[in-house]
């Protein structure tokens, strides 16, 4: 439904996107996962026929984005990063508008907002501008929607949204791949992934994989320990000036670590034997228990865990300075 | 224990809305406090009261030893002030940024120069001085709009969403930094959506429907509401707000 190949972009001196293919299925939420400044609203606007790529090629519902850009702009829903609609027409004057310029009426494809513009309706006399943020994000995505467009692209629709209302916008997502819409969107938050059928993480213009969230999270390689005791920030420091440790980070109520590679070091005396067998993470474990309380540390709790999106974003992301 | 933040009822209303309802609460000296609450609670309204940009209704607060009512532009120089949204200005270098800032915030003259020196160091910026703050890296922008946000030494330091959409290594180190700053006895009053940080509070409030429905600690939160983590805590208290997200 979406293809891309190849596609680079560049602003002057920043190179916004960075050799860039992937594609996306019929009926599919594609995730594109990353942070600020990593090139996800570049690709969007790409995508939507808003920019063109300086390399490259994208097509979208089978129309290429550079020949076919006026029909691309009947087929596609785009919902940008900023708010765009008119702040000061009112809720029903922005659908209407919307579903005029689209050639279509409220009515005719009523049935598909429905769920979402009700929620906003009682207030649809309301000027946009007057809207509160939750209202916005309805009403924009009403906006998106109201010509049926094949493919949808939102770009970041639950930034700065509380955990309660981004769990609610991503129901009303699920509802809408059920009526077989093609969904790309963006997010910086990491525990989204798990709600799309495939991710791309991005950082710095470079996918650093593509994968649905179950396959990006078996593919971590390392063993990837969780951390707690009574003093964390101290911990955190700890843990760090520990040589056998390669990587820590707060996450929550406990820290995240990797260990370097025992093979790779030389300093193993205190270490677990170099033979891999079944018990070596129980003892790495141990040594590490007894090494945090010898620094006085109490309470001192290490499991083995499964990383989650954001262990590998950070793991990947590594190899992509 | 000083309290630097003392809320009695403060209450704001918007005709017959009441956007913050009667909270009350006390954060003490040196503490990071967390400030949570569903989009519509209330929190962005009871944050410009207590930075003294808006008038209650009702109800009194005393921040860093002065009276939000009567005392708002005292607060506005004896507290500092940083969100994702609005930090740095882009457009000028470094120096100019924490010079402006200076200014605004009125350190004395003589002291511009050694402190701009101590920061600059203190961060590694020695020979970014005179780049524009749109070349820098975010992590380094961050550092550099919270070291500005307590140039002029203030008791306590309001960050909006410090962390928004930034990079999962960058918010951490972030928070290493708030760590820091907080040993030297500034106190840190936060808000943030990523539940992952709340933990990183040393208390936390939610907000909901102009109410602070819980303060407690984050592991006190956790028992009380028999919840595995902050995710869960938040998403009991406030899936049943009326207001949620409008």
Redesign the interface.
Known sequence: MISCKNISKKYKKVQALNDISFEVKPGEIFGLI?????GKTSLFRILTTLILADEGFASVDGLDVVKDYKLIRERVGYMPGRFSLYQDLSVEENLNFFATVFNTTVEENYELVKDIYQQIEP?KTRKAGK?????K?KLALSCALIHKPTVLFLD?PT???????R??FWGMLKNLQQQGITILVST????EASLCDRIALI?KGRFLTIDSPQKVADSFQKTLLSVSAENM?KL?TDLRAISEVESC?????SHHITLKDPTSTHKQENWGPQKKNINDIDLTINNLKMMLEAKNHINVVIKKIKPGI?DC??EL?KNNL | MKKVIEVENLTKAFGRFKAVDQISFEVEKGEIFGFL?????GKTTAMRMLCGLSIPTSGKAIVAGYDIRTQPEMIKKNIGYMSQKFALYEDLSVAENIRFYAGIYQVPEIEIAPRTLELLNRLGLENEKDSLVKALP?GWKQKLAFSVAIFHHPGIVFLD?PT???????R?QF??MI?EATDSGITVFVTT????E???CDRVSIMVDGKIAALDT??NL?KKFEAN???EV??RL??N?SR???
Request: proline residues 6%; aromatic residues 14%.
């Open positions: 990353g942070p600020d400044g990593a207030f809207l509160s943020g939750g209202m994000q970041e930034t700065g949204v509380d955990p309660v209302s769990k609610e910086p938050y990491m525990d950082q920030s955190l980070f707060a996450f929550g109520d954001e974003f950070m992301s | 609450g569903a989009n519509g609670a975010l969403e928004g959409g930034v990079d999962p290594v960058t951490r928070w290493e760590y959506h990523y539940m992952d709340a933990e990183y984050p592991a956790k983590n902050m995710d938040f998403y406030a899936r707000a949620k997200a409008d």
